[in-house]
């Protein structure tokens, strides 16, 4: 199973991509292992329209177009459940053993994902109740990738 991660804006050179770098890297290290076939990242621009309806349905439609055939959607959002890391790692597990061919990670623009495709997501996810900076929810969520497959593999970085 391929891990997909889309995210509309980029990071700019700095500690966060480096961090995110890191943890992709692990992961691309430990989850060929466990039968997934990397963690691809989709760096979408921003949309530049006025309003913020505008806004998300460029971005939502600049999304959709990136979301391979079969495979499962996960959105972060505000709204998602406060997942814990052992729980999304059993949710990921399942969608490889099943045969899901990729999950995909979406982190939308500064005015959040479109109701589509909320509701077309298998899981939303959020990361606490708190506004995170979208360079922070692609740390957190590379970090949470990276997590996933050490307790997929039983590595000892989780200690729960």
């Known amino acids: ?5 889309i995210a509309v804006g980029r990071l700019k050179q700095g500690p966060e991509r480096e961090l995110a770098e890191r943890y992709r890297e692990r992961f691309d290290d430990l989850g060929r292992k466990l039968g997934f076939r990397g963690l691809d990242l989709h760096e979408l621009p921003e949309s530049r329209a006025r309003d913020a309806a505008t806004r998300i349905s460029e971005e939502a439609a600049a999304i959709a177009a990136l979301i391979p055939g079969r495979s499962v959607l996960v ?3 505000e709204r998602g459940q406060n997942i814990d890391s052992a729980s ?7 969608w490889r053993d099943e045969g899901v061919p990729a999950a995909v990670f979406v982190i939308g623009g500064a005015d ?20 995170w900076p979208h360079q922070i929810v692609r740390v957190l969520l590379f970090e949470q990738i990276y ?5 997929l593999a039983g590595h000892p970085y ?3």
């Open 75 to 77: 959105c972060l959002d």
């Open 147 to 151: 997590r996933t497959a050490t307790i």
């Open 112 to 131: 959040g994902l479109s109701p589509e495709l909320r509701r077309r997501a298998k899981l939303g996810v959020a990361f606490g109740a708190a506004t």
């Open 1 to 5: 199973m391929r891990i997909v991660v």
């Open 158 to 160: 989780h200690r729960a």
């Open 88 to 94: 999304l790692a059993a949710q990921i597990g399942r």
